[in-house]
Each structure stands twice: as structure tokens, then as C-alpha cells.
């Protein structure tokens, strides 16, 4: 195995495109005899002599032209490399890695597009998706941050409650349920319930406060298309409060007036504990818990 340092490789580098010994020491702020001597060592580790040298003419030997364009590569590689990560770090840029609950997908992507309007060195990804998969990316550490509602208890998590998140039941604006001054569970039960998927946080949500168990075999795996749902008469919906604005405003769809609702939870903020979190993330972060996005 050939062994080598970066100090010899740019040293190296340095003597072949300049051409001389003088030049990279200046270049590299060294001395000369320290140069010679990285040069040396570089060949003896290689076995092979890398440098022709007559008078002050200084040229690379045939193996030394291969390590030459070797050395170009790595090094442009290094820089890259460093670069990269000064921009990570740069309080102002970076890359954002982030994956949200489909709840919270509306906010967030205001949130998102305001931040990065006072931030525009920064880039981002943005992945919206239920919340198995994004406690599988808790587990595992592979984003930055987790948007979403009641975290799991059972993982290591710094979590930070930012803002209410109501949960409430929605009618088709014909529904028979509207004209009660108050909806009962039992009144409910006998509609036709639709619901986020099992291990949906609104689904535990309303399970654990109502105590229902639903009796349809209606689940959708989106707000959207519930809401759809119920503005084609399918039948009752519970949703966010924050993603129905729009069409409670216009009347396509009705909040009904229950026992137990609204429920109010909270959005929460969310990343492992293990991880430090870059500034551009740390920024964010902040940003969402100061709820900056509705100023």
C-alpha cells in the first residue's frame, strides 16, 4: 500500500505546476528545504523518483505526470469538499433537510417559501409524508428536522411545541347533523365516519378522546381527499381545522358542532437528540417556534 499525506500531494502538485521549488514554498508559506524534503518523501513511499530536476528547470517524470493528474483530482475534490461544508455551516446558507406531516404541509410551505426569501443562499428539501414514515426518520437520523403532531414517547427526541393544531368534524352543508345544536358520539357512529389510515396521529387522536372505535372501512391517506369526500356527501370527515380555511370560508364543507371537538393538539417540532443541528437548521428551527412566517 502506497502511504502518502496531503502535505506531500500539495506540495507535489504545487512544484509541477509552478515549475519550481521557490515558487510553491512561497505559494505554501513553507520553506524550501521543507518542500525538498515532503517531495522526498512522497518519492520514497511511491518507489519511484517523481521530479527531473536540471539547473532550475523542474519537470515531472512519467510516473510523476500520473500522480500529478491524481493529485489534481483530489485536491479540486478536497476543495469541493471544503467548500461544501463552509456553505452548510454558513449561518445564512446550507442545505435543509425536512420532512413534515401531511397535516402540516399548507403552513410549512409558506413557513418555507418566507424563510427562504430571507435567506436566499440557502436550498431545502421538502418531503411530506405520514407519520410512520417519519418516525422511521427519526429512528434512523437521515433529515434534519420533523414536523408533525404528538411525537412518539418512546425515542430520544428534542421536540417544541409551536402551534395549536384543532381537530374538528366536517359535513357535506346538506348533512341532516348541522340542524343539532350539539352532535353526540352516537350520532356519529351511525354516519359514515372517514378517517386518515391506522397509526394516523389524527386517527389515535380521536380514538383515545371519544373512545370510538370506527365502523367504517372508509380510510384515505391524505386531508385532501377527505375533504373531497365529505363535499361529495361520502360522508363525515375530521380533519385539521388549518387545512379546511378555504372551503369552511366558501361553505363547500360545514364544521359541525360536536361533543369533544374541537380537540385541540399542538404541531410540534421536531428532531433526534442526537443530532446538532446546522445553522441554517438551528435557524429554522427557531423561525417555526417564534412562528416568524405570520408576521
Known amino acids: 500500500m502506497i502511504n502518502y499525506t496531503l502535505k ?27 518542500v525538498y524534503m515532503q517531495i522526498k518523501q512522497l518519492s520514497q513511499n511511491i518507489g519511484s523518483d517523481l521530479i527531473n530536476t536540471q539547473g532550475k528547470t523542474v519537470t515531472a517524470t512519467f510516473i510523476g505526470k500520473r500522480l500529478y493528474q491524481s493529485c489534481i483530482e483530489i485536491i479540486s475534490m478536497l476543495e469541493q469538499t471544503q467548500s461544501d ?3 452548510i455551516l454558513d449561518p445564512e446558507s446550507g442545505h435543509l433537510q425536512i420532512a413534515v406531516a401531511t397535516t402540516t404541509n399548507s403552513f410549512v410551505s409558506r413557513a418555507l417559501a418566507k424563510f427562504k426569501k430571507e435567506n436566499p ?8 409524508t405520514n407519520r410512520q414514515l417519519l418516525l422511521e426518520k427519526l429512528k434512523h437520523n437521515n433529515l434534519d428536522l420533523v414536523i408533525m403532531g404528538e411525537p412518539p414517547t418512546d425515542m430520544n427526541l428534542k421536540m417544541q411545541p409551536f402551534m395549536e393544531n384543532p381537530l374538528i368534524v366536517i359535513a357535506h352543508p346538506e348533512s341532516p347533523l348541522l340542524k343539532n345544536k350539539k352532535n353526540t358520539i352516537k350520532d356519529l ?9 391506522k397509526g394516523s396521529g389524527t386517527r389515535m387522536t380521536i380514538e383515545k378522546v371519544t373512545g370510538m372505535q370506527f365502523n367504517s372501512d372508509v380510510e384515505i391517506n391524505s386531508n385532501e381527499a377527505i375533504i373531497e369526500a365529505v363535499q361529495a356527501g361520502l360522508g363525515i370527515g375530521f380533519v385539521s381545522k388549518h387545512t379546511v380555511k378555504l372551503e369552511l370560508q366558501t361553505g363547500v364543507i360545514k364544521q359541525l358542532n360536536t361533543q369533544h371537538f374541537p380537540v385541540t ?25 417564534n412562528k416568524s412566517f405570520f408576521l
Do not use: D, G
Open 8 to 34: 506531500q500531494l500539495y506540495s507535489f502538485e504545487s512544484v509541477v505546476r509552478l515549475q519550481s521549488f521557490t515558487k510553491a514554498s512561497k505559494e505554501l508559506y513553507i520553506t524550501q528545504p521543507a
Open 85 to 87: 461544508i463552509e456553505q
Open 121 to 128: 443562499k440557502m436550498s431545502f428539501h421538502l418531503e411530506v
Open 189 to 197: 357512529i351511525n354516519e359514515t365516519l372517514i378517517t386518515r389510515e
Open 265 to 289: 393538539r399542538y404541531w410540534y417540532v421536531v428532531h433526534n437528540e442526537k443530532n446538532k443541528l446546522s445553522p441554517i437548521a438551528e435557524r429554522f428551527k427557531n423561525f417555526i417556534i
